[in-house]
T-cell receptor, first 112, second 114 residues
């Protein structure tokens, strides 16, 4: 079983709709959770992070964390064509250092 | 502007040749990381360093080597022992402590075999 799992997609979403991305992780000691966006041919850029159970909102993005069920999700509201990218989930395990384990990414396509 | 600079952007390797990828950061971060990304895949950790003169192997260290002589610099050498080096290589840095400290990435280096 992979440590961090994501559906590879593509997730096809109409413009203006909500895109919902999920990420599950296997290590219950995981401390912090990060979502990165990666455009084709480019490097990942941080969207947001979360470390407490519940929801965290930043603009059109909402991260949701459920440690009991070991999943973290990302919602993109009012999806735009510019949101078409691969979204990477990353998990930090333990309290020392900032080593991350990445999922394989979910490709999102927003259709006008 | 603070950031992470990777060079070169594109690199070609001949059979039996070692090549070195450069990574420099001016963010004053203690920790630095090297990842490999194959097409359609996530990031796999090659090596990481949390402090100068110290580094640890990641999940796929075989065929690679690193050094950390300065806080700002973390070069990666792809040796001839790495038989399938074609990939997108990403360098990242972060603060060493604090659970909400993200990793920031450079623009990457694309390595191909000639």
């Amino acid at each position: 079983q992979k440590e961090v799992e994501q559906n590879s997609g593509p997730l096809s979403v109409p413009e203006g709709a909500i895109a919902s991305l999920n990420c599950t992780y296997s290590d219950r000691g995981s401390q912090s959770f990060f979502w990165y966006r990666q455009y084709s041919g480019k490097s990942p850029e941080l969207i947001m992070f979360i470390y407490s159970n519940g929801d965290k909102e930043d603009g059109r993005f909402t991260a949701q964390l459920n440690k009991a069920s070991q999943y973290v999700s990302l919602l993109i509201r009012d999806s735009q064509p510019s949101d078409s990218a691969t979204y990477l989930c990353a998990v930090r395990v333990g309290a020392a250092g900032n080593k991350l384990t990445f999922g394989g990414g979910t490709r999102v396509l927003v259709k006008p | 502007d603070g950031g992470i600079t990777q060079s070169p952007k594109y690199l070609f390797r001949k059979e039996g040749q070692n090549v070195t990828l450069s990574c420099e950061q001016n963010l004053n971060h203690d920790a630095m990381y090297w990842y490999r990304q194959d097409p359609g895949q996530g990031l796999r950790l090659i090596y990481y360093s949390q402090i100068v003169n110290d580094f640890q192997k990641g999940d796929i260290a075989e065929g690679y080597s690193v050094s950390r002589e300065k806080k700002e610099s973390f070069p990666l050498t792809v040796t001839s022992a790495q038989k399938n080096p074609t990939a997108f290589y990403l360098c990242a840095s972060s603060s060493r402590t604090g659970r909400d400290q993200p990793q920031h990435f450079g623009d990457g280096t694309r390595l191909s075999i000639l």
